[in-house]
């Protein structure tokens, strides 16, 4: 099964820059034969390709093939060779020697050299500069799905020169496994380790060729001892993947906006198989480096972020230093936000975040693949409006803990700060878990004030107020209304817009301090009551139905409350009669957190009205802590 995303709106990514431009900007990366979208009004439009990652502009990809029109996990060929390309890939080939791993010898070169006519000669010369047995390593750079291996000597040698005793190990690479693995190789502080899949002591094959376990490999070990027979040799040494790369990863660069913009929301277009996965995120900030650079002095532990002049490290000035030098790199906790939370891919869409606008974002892909099955993106994009609606518009609500599945007073408090030349909004909108009861108030500090709700959905709401710009800055707007929650950290998002100009983006609030009489300084309620059940409720009305047509209680209404899901789960309502017998499948779906319904007229899984009685009603949930079960009887009378 392949799950198809695509989006006509318009709004996320590429990579590049855009000197400071008044009004609405879309941004595009990759998709490059797609039209420009359909939009009443000026704008500008970016389009950008996949291939323009540039690590000096902190962009990478690794493990992806790229094109103008998508983005995709490389697939590897079952009949190439990867030993000669290892190098071009990001990986290399180590050699075992005294002093610990490196560079492969000059004669080691000859196993790789794609002719079968030079040799690796295991005479035991690499004894005097090495251990008794022949290491070596191929280190592929990131884990690959691999296939088999295979080695061979010349022709003329096949009867009296093959390799008799030999082991084959494997290792993903992962750091926090390192020490448990079978085999530990190395010298002085340059250990590898292994988990050992062939140990071969009595071989008689001359073209030995091995299957490998389906299981991402980033390191593969081969050991060749001396022969109890004589000398050995290897002409070639081969070895082959299958399959997709089980993990894979874009990085934009930092795209630079030219100027601090509200930001708009991230979309894409793209397709994923089943058993594949892809996750999207993004972050951003108010300078051109995500990072913070560390040097060390040599004076004990101490470190600096400065270079020996006094001056702060950048990217460019910390790869000059010395490897001794390096002390690592930080995130930029001060001026840049962390990598959201994954997107819901089958959603094509997602709100981008910051605290505030910003001048800078970056966007990540990662790819995780199956042999067969992997994700792709045609196209990311997104659109950004400069000058801002606000410099700062900060927002907390009240209260933050509330009982699950009851109708709740809440106030939305919303403080803006406003620059020179900022566009001021008239509109708010606020998320919620469901479809808000009411909307009972707004007041502008402190006084009451008209409003229109404009839009009452089923997760937000849209209020119209008097409008709020420079000259009303940083007063307190209070939004009175009524909703439920059925999840702990439920989080009230919100977004501010004037309605005069609706080919800019709204701008996202930033959690914070609105009003210092309150201490919430969050958009997240918790749960005042956090038991261990998934099923809050399961309502049934009318509990006696009489499905004869007549129109009245013909039917049976199913409700049902669910807390504290992460992400949809399966869900399934099945009706029985007393018996035992399924009578049918009334709900079949995935669900997260929140209130359902569901009807039943009666009729059961062959289409006929059931005959009256009493009816049992078995509801499932298979969350991560196991699966839940509520049970309710229905009475069916005529």
């Known amino acids: 099964m392949k799950l198809r995303i695509g989006h006509c709106l318009l709004t996320v990514l590429v990579c590049g820059s855009l000197s400071p431009a008044d009004g609405l900007t879309i941004y595009r990366i990759g998709g490059e034969n797609a039209p420009r979208p359909e939009l009443e009004g000026d704008y500008e439009f970016v389009q950008l390709s996949w291939s323009d990652v540039d690590p000096a502009l902190h962009g990478s990809d690794d493990r992806l093939e790229l ?45 790789f050299d794609q002719d079968p006519n030079t040799i690796y000669l295991g005479d035991g010369h690499f004894a005097s500069h090495g251990p008794p047995q022949k290491n070596l390593t191929f280190d592929f750079g990131s884990p690959l799905l691999l296939e088999r291996i295979r080695f061979y000597p010349r022709e003329k040698h096949l009867t009296d020169r093959f390799v008799e005793s030999f ?30 899949i062939y140990d071969i002591a009595e071989n008689t094959d001359a073209v030995i060729e091995l299957p490998l376990p389906t299981v991402p490999i980033r390191r593969l070990f081969f050991q060749a001892a001396e022969n109890t027979r004589g000398i050995w040799e290897i002409a070639e040494f081969e070895i082959y993947g299958k399959g997709y790369a089980p993990f894979a990863e874009y990085v934009s660069n930092v795209i630079d906006l030219g100027a601090p913009a509200s930001l708009g929301e991230l979309i894409w277009q793209g397709e994923v198989d089943e058993g594949a996965r892809v996750d999207l995120s993004m972050r951003s900030g108010i300078d051109n480096d995500p990072n913070t650079y560390w040097r060390s002095t040599f004076r004990g532990g101490e470190r600096t972020t400065l270079d020996e002049r006094g001056r702060s490290l950048n990217l460019a000035s910390y790869n000059k230093l010395s490897l ?51 994700g792709q993106l045609d196209y990311l994009q997104f659109a950004v409006s400069i000058p801002p609606v606000a410099s700062q518009a900060l927002a907390e609500i009240v209260p933050v803990a509330a009982p699950a599945g009851e109708v709740i007073s809440f106030t939305y408090k919303l403080k803006p700060n406003f620059e020179q030349g900022d566009l001021g909004f008239d509109s708010i909108t606020i998320d919620t878990p469901m479809r808000a009861a009411s909307v009972d108030a707004v007041r502008i500090s402190d006084a009451p004030v008209e409003f229109e709700v404009i839009a009452l959905e089923d ?16 007063e307190l707007i209070e939004i009175d209304f009524q909703t439920e929650i059925f999840k702990f950290g439920t989080v009230f998002s919100g977004r501010i817009f004037d309605s005069r100009q609706p080919t800019e983006v709204p701008q996202s609030v930033t959690p914070g301090d609105a009003d210092v009489l309150e201490e919430s300084d969050r958009l997240s309620v918790d749960l005042v009551r956090l038991g ?52 049918g499948v009334v709900v079949e779906a995935a ?26 009603l078995r509801l499932s949930v298979d969350a991560d802590k196991g699966e839940e079960i509520r049970q309710a009887v229905i009475s069916v009378a005529y």
Not at 338 to 365: C, E, K, L
Not at 596 to 614: C, E, H, S, Y
Request: net charge negative; glycine share 10%.
């Open 459 to 474: 997760v937000y709401f849209t209020v119209q107020i008097p409008r709020i710009d420079a000259q009303r800055t940083e």
């Open 532 to 583: 261990e059940s998934t099923i809050n409720e399961l309502v049934l009305t009318p509990r006696v139905f009489s499905p004869n047509g007549d129109g009245i209680n013909d039917a049976v209404r199913i409700e049902y409350d669910l807390l504290n899901l992460d992400g949809a789960v399966p869900v399934q309502a099945t009706l029985y009669d007393l018996s035992g017998r399924s009578l």
């Open 67 to 111: 094109s103008g029109e998508f983005a995709r996990p490389e697939q590897l060929d079952s009949t190439v060779n990867l030993v000669p390309i290892i190098e071009s890939k990001g990986g290399e080939v180590l050699n075992l020697v005294w002093i610990g791993w490196g560079p492969p010898q000059e004669d080691d070169l000859n196993m």
């Open 591 to 616: 669900a997260a957190s929140g209130r359902f319904t569901a009807q039943w007229d009666g009729r059961d899984n062959a289409g006929k009205i059931v005959a009256p009685g009493l009816y049992l």
């Open 167 to 196: 082991r084959v190990g494997i290792s993903d690479g992962d750091p926090l496994k390192d020490g448990t693995r079978d085999l530990n190789v190395g010298r002085r502080g340059s250990e590898l380790d292994f988990d050992i």
């Open 324 to 374: 001794g030098a390096k002390a690592g790199i930080t995130h930029d906790t001060e001026n840049w936000a962390f990598w959201s939370a994954a997107y819901d891919f089958a959603a094509g869409q997602g709100t981008m975040v910051g605290a505030g606008p910003q001048q800078f974002v970056q966007i990540r892909a990662d790819f995780t693949s199956s042999q067969s099955a992997a």
